[in-house]
């Protein structure tokens, strides 16, 4: 069984929200700046302080994210979306399925910093402080909110370059509007580390927009301080672009930080941009490759990071035909479903699928990829695909999280216990 396909009538607008990575990373910085003090701290250490900040983040004072509206989703606020219903419906291929209840870690000991996407419907070039749970808190939901059952969530909202924004930028119309997503990022990780960090070790996780956002803040924060090295957990950056050395995992955009070569290897990078093994990336591809910087698009798989084919443990929406373009309006066909109606009902808001897809690092004309594979297609009543396909040019990029977001769990969980015995 095949769910219907996704509708192509917002293929324009989904085209400028997804090239939200190329604004990201060209973003000037402009917040101020911490008190400096390189004194490394290591990760053993990290793990026995509990209430002092890093000594330079000490007397950082937060430009804009002491007021609790300016978060998604973090401890501080009570009942925000990443408290809701997260429960999934395993579905095997012959229609089998099998409740898993969500159970989120009541003293986890790692945190996690997400930024989303593009994803604001704002009609300025850059978002408001305004968050919606239609929008940032949507894909927040589908990306990051499962992240509780290893670690505390924090994932700021932020004034982004938004979809209006985008086709303003890319049809080359000039705007008297001003803003800077990275320096909100910025504000907020300081913030984070100022007041709730405490020398915990943390993950970072975005996508698309951001990817970008984190890239920078890993290449100018991070990577070259030995103390927030030190306590970096792993990063996940989906649907852009690390650059490094061909045949190399460190040197391009980072001269410390590596890919991730291991399960449990910490204080590395998952990166990946996922395209089907029937649709690799075509000459002019937006992903795969990256832009401005020399050497090649770091690819690791999440499901397996020392490479090789693997199942990916994937988490989608309970309709089929749903994405995050859905947030602006523009989604899946409602009547998509994952089951025939014949075999039984799904009543969790997630399916889970572990037995579908397969993925692999794959390498086609300079453009390094994850190659997703449709394996576990059969006759029963499940649907045999997945939601997510664009133009060729985009791949799969709407579901480059959905499609892993049980391996990034795990691999964080991993992480998580080799950080606590390092």
Known sequence: MAPHPAPRRALLAAALL????????????????????????????????????????????????????????????????????????LVAEDGTLTVEPFERADDPPIDCFYVYPTISRDATQFADWDLSDEEEGYVTLNQAARLQSECRLFAPGYRQLTLGGLGSRIGGEESTEQ???????????????AEDNGG??????????GAGILN???????????????????????????????????????????????DGEVGCVTTWATFRDTAPPPPNSFFGAPRGSEGVAGCVNPAAPAGGAHELDSYFPANAG??????????????????????????????????????ECAETGGFHYLEASITGAGDGPRADDIPGDLSAEWGLHLVDVNLVMGDVVRQVAAQAKAFGEG
């Not at 026995?48 to 007397?59: I, M, Q, W």
């Not at 997503?181 to 580390?193: I, N, Q």
């Not at 915990?200 to 927009?209: A, E, T």
């Open 18 to 89: 997804l090239l939200a990575p190329l604004a990201a990373c060209s973003s000037d910085g402009g917040s101020e700046g911490a008190p400096a003090d390189d004194s490394p701290t290591t990760a053993a250490e990290a793990t026995t302080t509990e209430a002092a900040p890093l000594e330079r983040f000490a007397d950082y004072e937060s430009v804009n994210y002491d007021d609790p509206s300016h978060w998604v989703c973090s401890p501080a606020v009570d009942d925000d979306i990443c408290d809701g219903d997260l429960d999934a419906t």
């Open 179 to 193: 803003g800077d997503p990275y320096a909100d990022v910025l504000d907020a990780f300081r913030t984070y580390l």
């Open 200 to 209: 915990r070790g943390f993950v970072l996780i975005g996508h698309s927009q």
């Open 216 to 262: 920078r803040l890993i290449a100018e924060e991070i990577d070259p301080e030995d103390d927030l090295r030190s306590l970096l957990v792993g990063a996940y950056l989906a649907g852009g672009a690390v650059a490094v050395p061909e045949g190399e995992v460190v040197g391009g955009d980072f001269a410390n930080v590596p890919l991730c070569t291991a």
């Open 322 to 359: 749903a994405s995050i373009l859905d947030a602006l309006g523009a989604g899946g066909d409602e009547g998509a479903s994952w089951l025939d109606p014949s075999a039984g009902t799904i009543e969790t808001p997630f399916v889970h699928l572990t037995d579908l897809v397969t993925g």
